[in-house]
């Protein structure tokens, strides 16, 4: 198994940028794929990005494609998220995910084995 922590939320001012990162610790890394995903006050947590082992595959939501990118340096143990041009419907806890699996990239919460403990994304208009 890895131990994710997220860091890197804060409040932004809308149109602004935020970039959010994912360290892993306890094994290697570079086997698993990762997620983003978010939970605002009172909704679901939902998938807002996706990586493959390699970084070579990606994955969005409709509502973030275009303004976030998801990479990952496996040298670091570390996924990171650059989100641009915020919005305040943005405004969330962003956790991050992984499955240890040698392929395949992969969108439904329930894929996911590890979790981090989020970090508050916050946009005010």
């Known amino acids: 198994q890895v131990q994710l922590v997220e860091s890197g939320g804060g409040l932004v001012q809308a149109g602004g940028s935020l970039r959010l990162s994912c360290a892993a610790s306890g094994r290697t890394f570079s086997t698993y794929a990762v997620g983003w995903f978010r939970q605002a006050p009172g909704k679901e947590r939902e998938f807002v990005a996706a990586v493959n082992w390699s970084g070579g595959i990606t994955n969005y939501a409709i509502s973030v494609k275009g303004r976030f990118t998801i990479s990952r340096d496996n040298a670091k143990n570390t996924v990171y998220l650059q989100m641009n041009s915020l919005k305040p419907e943005d405004t969330a806890i962003y956790y991050c995910?992984?499955?240890?699996?040698?392929?395949?990239?992969?969108?439904?919460?329930?894929?996911?084995?590890?979790w981090g403990q989020g970090t508050q994304v916050t946009v005010s208009s």
């Open positions: 995910a992984a499955k240890d699996t040698g392929r395949g990239i992969f969108r439904p919460l329930f894929e996911y084995d590890q």
